[in-house]
Nanobody, 115 residues
Framework: QVQLVESGGGLVQPGGSLRLSCAASGSIISIATMGWYRQAPGKQRELVARIRSGGITNYADSVKGRFTISRDVAKNTVHLQMNSLKPEDTAVYYC?????????WGQGTQVTVSS
């Protein structure tokens, strides 16, 4: 059983930055596709960014150029650096691990962008 624990959410003003972290149990980061998703009130959960086992990254169009996903294999941790945050980035952000077609989710961390 894979456990994922997110941290780093909070309240930030528009234009600000936050860095989310996702700590995984077990040494899965190098073999899994790790992703960050978000869900705003009344909306469906959507993919924000992901990094495949080979290191290839993908981003939603809405965050390209502002967000960066990275991983630290030695620490079994994935990060999401979020810059130039906008009010529309407000959501609960979830970490996801796809390991051999099995999907695992963290509990989520709230990000609120507001002045």
């Amino acid at each position: 059983q894979v456990q994922l624990v997110e941290s780093g959410g909070g309240l930030v003003q528009p234009g600000g930055s936050l860095r989310l972290s996702c700590a995984a149990s077990g040494s899965i980061i190098s073999i899994a596709t790790m992703g960050w998703y978000r869900q705003a009130p009344g909306k469906q959960r959507e993919l924000v960014a992901r990094i495949r086992s080979g290191g290839i990254t993908n981003y939603a169009d809405s965050v390209k150029g502002r967000f960066t996903i990275s991983r630290d294999v030695a620490k079994n941790t994935v990060h999401l650096q979020m810059n130039s945050l906008k009010p529309e980035d407000t959501a609960v952000y979830y970490c996801n691990a796809d390991v051999f077609a099995m999907g695992y989710w963290g509990q989520g961390t709230q990000v609120t962008v507001s002045s």
